[in-house]
């Protein structure tokens, strides 16, 4: 699986936006890009993936830059529910049915 | 909500016992996962089957770890002879198999002393 880049940690403000940016330099053609998140004692769960085009769902935004090798996720109104361990994946859509490749994402803690 | 379970939520043990851990996938997901979690970490696949069939295995899976589909729902994952180093939660996962969508449990948390 292609490799991803994210920052350790960051530190936002509850009720402001918040960006979490991913690199996937070695993105190939087929290779979705897939977010999850992990609340603390908790399994990890899925956020929302894109190919190509900006998705948008009732959690968050994914922002998928043009060349594909950089994408950012947004949290439009951060609250503290959303402190969590995010997780940006790369998934091969001729796959599917290999393991998800975690890294160990980014720790996003928010201020009350 | 009738998502995917995992029993027991937590497990102590000494060295050299063996343990069994239980995943219930949700239902009619046809894929189910294993994985691994070391404090400071991501998440580590271990297994996978779709249905009853084990169709992969990571190299991290030693020889003292088994898991079981036997009727393509629940799941089992065993650990033989363990050791400190398998301290770890471990997180089960479901799909369906047309979705690359995973959903995971709340995970086993296993101590080895």
């Known amino acids: 699986d292609a490799k991803t880049t994210q920052p350790n940690s960051m530190e936002s403000n509850e009720e402001e936006p918040v960006h979490l940016p991913c690199n996937h330099s070695?993105?190939?053609?087929?290779?979705?890009i897939h977010w999850y998140r992990q609340l603390p004692s908790q399994g990890p769960e899925y956020v929302i993936h894109?190919?190509?085009s900006n998705v948008n769902n009732r959690m968050a935004s994914l922002a998928i830059a043009e060349d594909r090798k950089s994408s950012t996720l947004i949290l439009h109104r951060a609250t503290l529910r959303d402190a969590a361990v995010y997780y940006c994946?790369?998934?091969?859509?001729?796959?599917?049915?290999?393991?998800?490749?975690f890294g160990k994402g980014t720790h996003l803690i928010i201020q009350p | 909500d009738t998502g995917v379970s995992q029993d027991p939520r937590h497990k102590i043990t000494k060295r050299g016992q063996n343990v069994t851990f239980r995943c219930d996938p949700i239902?009619?997901?046809?894929?189910l996962y294993w994985y691994r979690q070391t404090l400071g970490q991501g998440p580590e696949f271990l297994t996978y089957?779709?249905?009853?069939?084990?169709?992969?295995k990571s190299r991290l899976l030693s020889d003292r770890f088994s898991a079981e589909r036997p009727k393509g729902s629940f799941s089992t994952l065993e650990i033989q002879r363990t050791e400190q180093g398998d301290s770890a939660m471990y997180l089960c996962?479901?799909?369906?198999?047309?979705?690359?969508?995973?959903?995971f449990g709340p995970g086993t948390r296993l101590l080895v002393l």
């Open positions: 239902s009619e997901h046809n894929r």
């Open positions: 996962a479901s799909s369906l198999r047309d979705s690359t969508t995973q959903y």
């Open positions: 070695t993105i190939s053609g087929t290779d979705y």
């Open positions: 994946i790369l998934r091969n859509s001729g796959g599917g049915a290999d393991g998800l490749t």
């Open positions: 894109g190919l190509t």
């Open positions: 089957f779709q249905n009853e069939a084990q169709l992969e």
